[in-house]
T-cell receptor, first 112, second 119 residues
Framework: RKEVEQDPGPFNVPEGATVAFNCTYS??????FFWYRQDCRKEPKLLMS???SGNEDGRFTAQLNRASQYISLLIRDSKLSDSATYLC?????????????FGAGTRLAVHP | GAVVSQHPSRVICKSGTSVKIECRSL??????MFWYRQFPKQSLMLMAT?????????EQGVEKDKFLINHASLTLSTLTVTSAHPEDSSFYIC???????????????FGSGTRLTVV
């Protein structure tokens, strides 16, 4: 079983749509969670951290359910510029150093 | 904000040759450098972790003699792909961890990646 699993998509949505991505992780001891965005042939960039209480940043809302080991990202009022791959990222607690564990990503294509 | 400069951004080399990729932290000290590889439509896979002044720790299945990592200073880490073969063609990305980890993502900053094509 993969440590972080995501629906690969692609999600093809019109501008203005609301779209939700889901992610599950296998290590119940994981400490921190993030959503990254990756454009084609570019490095991943942090979109937002994910907290148990849920958090919102403009049109983006992230939620964490530790009991179900489930993370979600909601994008409202999609823009063409939102087209990218969204990576679910988990930071386990490991000894002397921490390494980010990436999901394979969910592709989003927003069309006019 | 923190910046990691990665070079080259793209390289094409002949099979059997070696390629060196550099990552420099420009305005902070990188205590730890992570090296990832990403194949098309797949996730970033951690290859190795290096701490300044010590030997790198390689993930299972990654050949340490093939992927040489040097982290001689707090601002520079290099990955050398030795005797490259076509199957080594991939997107390689470094990520540096800042000494000061008070940032929102615990101080991880990514380089812009290197696209390696071995012909």
């Amino acid at each position: 079983r993969k440590e972080v699993e995501q629906d690969p998509g692609p999600f093809n949505v019109p501008e203005g749509a609301t779209v939700a991505f889901n992610c599950t992780y296998s290590n119940s001891a994981s400490q921190s969670f993030f959503w990254y965005r990756q454009d084609c042939r570019k490095e991943p960039k942090l979109l937002m951290s994910v907290y148990s209480s849920g958090n919102e940043d403009g049109r983006f809302t992230a939620q964490l359910n530790r009991a179900s080991q489930y993370i979600s990202l909601l994008i409202r009022d999609s823009k063409l510029s939102d087209s990218a791959t969204y990576l679910c990222v988990v930071l386990p607690l490991l000894g002397g150093y921490n390494k980010l564990i990436f999901g394979a990503g969910t592709r989003l294509a927003v069309h006019p | 904000g923190a910046v990691v400069s990665q070079h080259p951004s793209r390289v094409i080399c002949k099979s059997g040759t070696s390629v060196k990729i550099e990552c420099r932290s420009l305005d902070f000290q990188a205590t730890t450098m992570f090296w990832y590889r990403q194949f098309p439509k797949q996730s970033l896979m951690l290859m190795a972790t290096s701490n300044e002044g010590s030997k790198a720790t390689y993930e299972q299945g990654v050949e340490k003699d093939k992927f040489l990592i040097n982290h001689a200073s707090l601002t520079l880490s290099t990955l050398t792909v030795t005797s490259a073969h076509p199957e080594d063609s991939s997107f390689y990305i470094c990520s540096a961890r800042d000494r000061q980890t008070g940032t929102s993502n615990y101080g991880y900053t990514f380089g812009s990646g290197t696209r390696l094509t071995v012909v």
